[in-house]
T-cell receptor
Framework: GESVGLHLPTLSVQEGDNSIINCAYSNSASDYFIWYKQESGKGPQFIID?????DKRQGQRVTVLLNKTVKHLSLQIAATQPGDSAVYFC??????????FGTGTRLTVIP | NAGVTQTPKFQVLKTGQSMTLQCAQDMNHEYMSWYRQDPGMGLRLIHY???????DQGEVPNGYNVSRSTTEDFPLRLLSAAPSQTSVYFCASSLGGHVPLNTEAFFGQGTRLTVV
């Protein structure tokens, strides 16, 4: 089966610092990747996505990097704010309608 | 727009009981899906629907039934609840499937189900 995992289950950063959340995937056929943010008691919220024909995509304060060679995905958050504290999930799909989610990383921003 | 609305938010069932988790969206999205979220497991797809009248199984469909009689509603039924179905359930909708449209999925607030 497919597996999507995260290197670190928890991450604490100082407010204003940059955050990097990592994700590894095992299916080399995966061609679409998404990062979700989930705050306590809420459903996942879309942050940014990237297709396999790209290696970098930027949004507002967020950047996703994709390294297909080592099957690694990362989410960079610039100038991390207290409101960024949440659990972050990566998800991937290989062309079907099934999204495979990682187990999540809890980001805690220290004021 | 209310987005994706799930009811109830919390539910406790006894083993063997049946119940329906409701999901409704008002965004005229074709694609709807149900996930369960367990500690250390991420979200896993239970069932999904690409349009009214069409449903299909996801990664963990056993013990669950779905139907899609309207675009707006996508209820999830537990026919005979088991403790292994204790989880947080999320309904999601999107304009199209994840591939090739890459359309954003909107999630509901979740239903926390405990089966004792």
């Amino acid at each position: 089966g497919e597996s999507v995992g995260l290197h670190l289950p928890t991450l604490s950063v100082q407010e204003g610092d940059n955050s990097i959340i990592n994700c590894a995937y095992s299916n080399s056929a995966s061609d679409y990747f998404i990062w979700y943010k989930q705050e306590s008691g809420k459903g996942p919220q879309f942050i940014i996505d990237i297709r396999s024909n790209m290696d970098k995509r930027q949004g507002q304060r967020v950047t996703v990097l994709l390294n297909k060679t080592v099957k690694h995905l990362s989410l960079q958050i610039a100038a991390t704010q207290p409101g960024d504290s949440a659990v972050y999930f990566c998800a991937e799909t290989s062309g079907a309608n099934n999204l495979f989610f990682g187990t999540g990383t809890r980001l805690t921003v220290i004021p | 727009n209310a987005g994706v609305t799930q009811t109830p938010k919390f539910q406790v069932l006894k083993t063997g009981q049946s119940m329906t988790l409701q999901c409704a969206q008002d965004m005229n999205h074709e694609y709807m899906s149900w996930y369960r979220q367990d500690p250390g497991m991420g979200l896993r797809l239970i069932h999904y629907s690409v349009g009214a009248g069409i449903t299909d199984q996801g990664e963990v469909p056993n013990g669950y039934n779905v139907s899609r009689s309207t675009t707006e509603d996508f209820p999830l039924r537990l026919l005979s609840a088991a403790p292994s179905q204790t989880s947080v359930y999320f309904c999601a909708s999107s304009l199209g499937g994840h591939v090739p449209l890459n359309t954003e999925a909107f999630f509901g607030q979740g239903t926390r189900l405990t089966v004792v």
